[in-house]
């Protein structure tokens, strides 16, 4: 008995009335009308390799200025990945150095053995803090100036020493921030210049095609994608690292706070010294 069955004629399906063959004859007939259907149908399913990204592809068929631009890009994120490394070793090397020198000075006796205490960890942010404030402080007392001048001088000397120490923390990290905020851009001039490549080669093929478009599209996507992908990790941590500043900031204006009470409590015995001296006499 015949019945009805659909068969593949000039890319439609058409129905036909074809007869039922028995036992292994019906098997090879549903064998076959299911290899002409779903394999037509498979034809037209993109594969994971097509479907796959080529980003060395795109490189390869990317123009000159846009090879340029992913180049500057791929070193800008070197760049700042190994300054970011470098910064977040210096820094947290910096604080645990301040916090142990600190709690050394405050438990000394006196401003000689504070600052021998330091002597010994030349990498400490206070070791340069306190030099500043104990040579001024040695100057002063040469001169014989007044204990309120004295005091004073040496306030200033640790501020200068303070702003000194910062600075040198803060060296070089302009340049993460300035990787975060122009590698954006630098990746969106990439995709510009791919866009107006694309619409360049459609004025000269006459064709808008999806096949004429799409490379300098897709490589111009790309630039924007890498820009990004190397701005948000320069953002991150060049907030990181403005934190850990903040916090070595506080640790050295702590220390001066507390060497400035040192001198003075110096400045205090050594008066008293000298009036039980006049006093006797």
């Given at each position: 008995m015949p019945v009805r069955a659909h068969a593949k004629f000039r890319g439609t399906y058409a129905a036909v009335l074809v007869p039922v063959p028995n036992g292994a004859g019906f098997r090879a007939f549903i064998s076959a009308v299911c290899a002409v259907y779903f394999g037509g149908k498979r034809k037209m399913e993109p594969t994971a390799a097509t479907a796959g990204l080529?980003?060395?592809?795109?490189?390869?068929?990317?123009?000159?200025?846009?090879?340029?631009?992913?180049?500057m890009l791929v070193c800008m994120?070197?760049?700042?990945?190994?300054?970011?490394?470098?910064?977040?070793?210096?820094?947290?090397?910096?604080?645990?150095?301040?916090?142990?020198?600190?709690?050394?000075?405050?438990?000394?006796?006196?401003?000689?053995?504070?600052?021998?205490?330091?002597?010994?960890?030349?990498?400490?942010?206070?070791?340069?803090?306190?030099?500043?404030?104990v040579v001024e402080f040695n100057r002063a007392k040469e001169v014989g100036t007044s204990s309120e001048v004295v005091?004073?001088?040496?306030?200033?000397?640790?501020?200068?020493?303070?702003?000194?120490?910062l600075?040198?923390?803060?060296?070089?990290?302009?340049?993460?921030?300035?990787?975060?905020n122009t590698a954006p851009f630098i990746g969106l001039f990439g995709t510009v210049w791919g866009i107006m490549h694309s619409f360049h080669s459609i004025g000269q093929l006459k064709s808008a095609s999806l096949?004429?478009?799409?490379?300098?599209?897709?490589?111009?996507?790309?630039?924007?994608?890498?820009?990004l992908g190397v701005a948000v990790p320069a953002t991150i941590g060049y907030n990181i690292?403005?934190?850990?500043?903040?916090?070595?900031?506080?640790?050295?204006?702590?220390?001066?706070?507390?060497?400035?009470?040192?001198?003075?409590?110096e400045l205090n015995a050594h008066r008293t010294v000298q009036r039980i001296g006049q006093t006797e006499g």
């Open positions: 080529n980003i060395v592809g795109l490189f390869a068929q990317a123009t000159l200025v846009v090879k340029g631009v992913l180049c994120s070197l760049g700042s990945w190994a300054l970011m490394i470098q910064k977040w070793l210096s820094l947290r090397a910096a604080h645990d150095k301040a916090a142990e020198g600190l709690t050394r000075f405050e438990r000394t006796n006196s401003l000689r053995e504070a600052v021998q205490s330091l002597g010994s960890d030349p990498a400490s942010p206070l070791y340069f803090v306190a030099h500043q404030g005091v004073d001088n040496v306030r200033r000397s640790l501020r200068q020493g303070v702003g000194t120490e600075a040198r923390l803060h060296h070089s990290l302009s340049l993460l921030a300035t990787t975060a096949a004429i478009v799409a490379p300098g599209i897709s490589e111009a996507l790309v630039a924007t994608a890498i820009g690292f403005l934190g850990k500043l903040n916090e070595v900031e506080t640790q050295l204006v702590n220390f001066a706070g507390v060497f400035l009470n040192s001198v003075q409590r």
